[in-house]
């Protein structure tokens, strides 16, 4: 089972920001909340992670709760582009436990014009 | 640079018949998996490769499914024989050592289809 849990779906108006959700009560404290996205018809793409603090980069920004038991992806001007799946996953610092990664069914967000 | 290469894109095979997929990662990635997307769901890990190392292939159908890295550089994934519930998308990805080792580069995937 997945270690996470999000909305099925969302939709958010072009130009606005979108705010998606994940709940990970069961987080450890060594693990990390990574975020990726797929477009239709392509591979996964990765977007961010973080352990605690709060990380921006050029994609998105990802905002973790003090308790770490929650986290939202926010991105900031939702274009069309934006439109895909998007999946939130718990993992170690370790690239070995990449063979711990599940993926959920994500969230799919429908950015509206 | 170019990302990870995969082929072919679709595949359309009847079932029993053996069916094999082609992965080239990105120049330099030392780790390799091959995952399993099945349709409205997230990618499932099958397998992973530490240069020509398969580290973990406890998720992969080893009754039908097989894998291979010769060299530590492309790889292949092959199905024999393929039944109805293997149609999925396989998908490919690598990462790079070092402080950039989290992210995870995937290809576009095979669309496999077993009639």
């Known amino acids: 089972d997945a270690k996470t849990t999000q909305p099925p779906s969302m939709d958010c108006a072009e130009g606005r920001a979108a705010n998606l959700p994940c709940n990970h009560s069961t987080i450890s404290g060594n693990e990390y909340v990574y975020w990726y996205r797929q477009i239709h018809s392509q591979g996964p793409q990765y977007i961010i992670h973080g352990l605690k603090n709060n990380e921006t980069n050029e994609m998105a920004s990802l905002i973790i709760t003090e308790d770490r038991k929650s986290s939202t992806l926010i991105l900031p001007h939702a274009t069309l582009r934006d439109t895909a799946v998007y999946y939130c996953i718990v993992r170690g610092a370790l690239k070995t436990s990449y063979d711990k990664v599940i993926f959920g069914p994500g969230t799919s967000l429908s950015v509206i014009p | 640079e170019a990302g990870v290469v995969q082929s072919p894109r679709y595949k359309i095979i009847e079932k029993k018949q053996p069916v094999a997929f082609w992965c080239n990662p990105i120049?330099?990635?030392?780790?390799l998996y091959w995952y399993r997307q099945n349709l409205g769901q997230g990618p499932e890990l099958l397998i992973r490769y530490e240069n020509e190392e398969a580290v973990d292939d406890s998720q992969l159908p080893k009754d039908r499914f097989s894998a291979e890295r010769l060299k530590g550089v492309d790889s292949t994934l092959k199905i024999q024989p393929a039944e109805l519930g293997d149609s999925a998308v396989y998908l490919c990805?690598?990462?790079?050592?070092?402080?950039?080792?989290?992210?995870?580069?995937f290809g576009p995937g095979t669309r496999l289809t077993v009639t």
């Open positions: 990805a690598s990462t790079p050592t070092g402080k950039r080792a989290y992210e995870q580069y």
């Open positions: 120049s330099g990635h030392n780790t």
